[in-house]
C-alpha cells in the first residue's frame, strides 16, 4: 500500500501544507487557537474545536467533517472512519484517522515546535482538508493544554503562604 509523507509547518502568519504537488493548502489560527480557516481546495472553510480538552473538531458549518473518536466522519466514501488519539507524552502528541485499512498518522513533537508530520497510507479523498484538520485538532490541543498548565502555576504558585 503507497505511503505519502506530508508536513505542515508555520510560515509568516499561516502554517503552510508540503508534500503534494501542486497543493496550496494553508491553516491560519484566530486567537487562542480554538478557531481558524481551513484552505483547501479552493476553498475557505471555518474549523473549531469544541468539547473539553478540545479533543472534537469541525469543518464548515454545516460540518463536513468531525474528528470525534468513533463519532468521526469526513467527505469521501462514506466508509466509516475512527479518529484516534493518545495521551501527550512528554509533549509529543499522536492521533490517527481510520478507514479499514487507510491510516493518516499525525504527529506533533516538542523538538519539532510547531510542525506537524503527516504520514497517509492508503487513498483519501479531500486529503488537503483532512492533513489540514488533524494538525489544526493537534497543534489546538497542545495550545489549550498549555493555557491549562499556565492556570495551574498561577494558582498554585499565589497560595497561600
Do not use: N
Amino acid at each position: 500500500m503507497a505511503k505519502t509523507a506530508l508536513s505542515l509547518h508555520k510560515k509568516g502568519g499561516a502554517f503552510v501544507l508540503d508534500g503534494l504537488k501542486g497543493s496550496s493548502a494553508t491553516l491560519t489560527f484566530e486567537r487562542g487557537m480554538r478557531k481558524g480557516t481551513v484552505t483547501a481546495g479552493g476553498r475557505a472553510l471555518p474549523i473549531a474545536a469544541t468539547g473539553r480538552g478540545r479533543t472534537r473538531v469541525t469543518a464548515a458549518d454545516p460540518a463536513i467533517l468531525c474528528l470525534d473518536g468513533q463519532g468521526a466522519f469526513v467527505p469521501g466514501s462514506g466508509a466509516p472512519v475512527e479518529w484516534r488519539t493518545s495521551r501527550p507524552r512528554r509533549g509529543h502528541y499522536q492521533a490517527t484517522l481510520v478507514r479499514g485499512s487507510d491510516l493518516i498518522d499525525f504527529s506533533l513533537t516538542r523538538s519539532d515546535g510547531k510542525s506537524v508530520q503527516i504520514e497517509v497510507t492508503g487513498h483519501w479523498d479531500d486529503l488537503e482538508l483532512l492533513a489540514l484538520a488533524g494538525s489544526f485538532a493537534l497543534l489546538s490541543r497542545r495550545r489549550g493544554d498549555t493555557y491549562r498548565k499556565i492556570a495551574i502555576a498561577g494558582v498554585v504558585s499565589h497560595g497561600p503562604h
